[in-house]
T-cell receptor, first 114, second 113 residues
Framework: DTEVTQTPKHLVMGMTNKKSLKCEQH?????MYWYKQKAKKPPELMFV???????INESVPSRFSPECPNSSLLNLHLHALQPEDSALYLC?????????????FGPGTRLTVT | AQTVTQSQPEMSVQEAETVTLSCTYD???????LFWYKQPPSRQMILVIR??????QNATENRFSVNFQKAAKSFSLKISDSQLGDTAMYFC??????????FGTGTRLTIIP
């Protein structure tokens, strides 16, 4: 199984809502990533978890809150978002954090903030 | 700062032709890993090919090959016998050893039937 799954596929939320994105992998990977991607742009790294610990936070606003409950699961909790946060949110995983390992990407959650 | 440049925002070629996508980068690291990823329209990003900087031999995966020139800091992707399914956004994304990929701006490739 070389799949990273993400739910939901689409999400529309108001600026006062609280919602969560979910990402799951069963490849035994120990590094997991959240990216934000705007249309026709490359993904921008948000967070890296390595062995279930947050190892990189790319100065992401606190309205985005990541969580790694176990080695297979990664959540991104959202609250008080702004319309400019509308984007495709990608999750990825890799065998380890070493640069030699490729990242496997999920299909993404398309988020619209109204 | 480590930077990645893809100088061709868009390209289009006829089916069955060969196309080369360019990528240059800047780093002071000597050991790193280079990747090309493909993102088809409305589909997920997948790895096309990878290259270790310490290897002189260029990587090849079926119709995909790279021309890696370490001294010139260049890592181009060649697609031979292009197919309609190759239509996608292609990202050059080295990992310079700091836990993360550094993405280029991407090249949108269209294969024309």
């Amino acid at each position: 199984d070389t799949e990273v799954t993400q739910t939901p596929k689409h999400l529309v939320m108001g600026m006062t809502n609280k919602k969560s994105l979910k990402c799951e992998q069963h490849m035994g990977h120990r590094a997991m990533y959240w990216y934000k991607q705007k249309a026709k742009k490359p993904p921008e790294l948000m967070f890296v978890y390595s062995y279930e610990k947050l190892s990189i936070n790319e100065s992401v606003p606190s309205r985005f809150s990541p969580e790694c409950p176990n080695s297979s699961l990664l959540n991104l909790h959202l609250h008080a978002l702004q319309p400019e946060d509308s984007a495709l949110y990608l999750c990825a995983s890799s065998q380890d954090w070493f640069g030699t390992y490729e990242q496997y990407f999920g299909p993404g959650t398309r988020l619209t903030v109204t | 700062a480590q930077t990645v440049t893809q100088s061709q925002p868009e390209m289009s070629v006829q089916e069955a032709e060969t196309v080369t996508l360019s990528c240059t980068y800047d780093t002071s690291e000597s050991n790193y890993y280079l990747f090309w990823y493909k993102q088809p329209p409305s589909r997920q990003m997948i790895l096309v090919i990878r290259q270790e900087a310490y290897k002189q031999q260029n990587a090849t995966e079926n119709r995909f090959s790279v021309n890696f020139q370490k001294a010139a800091k260049s890592f181009s992707l060649k697609i031979s016998d292009s197919q309609l399914g190759d239509t996608a956004m292609y990202f050059c994304a080295p990992n310079f050893g700091n836990e993360k990929l550094t993405f280029g701006t991407g090249t949108r490739l269209t294969i024309i039937p």
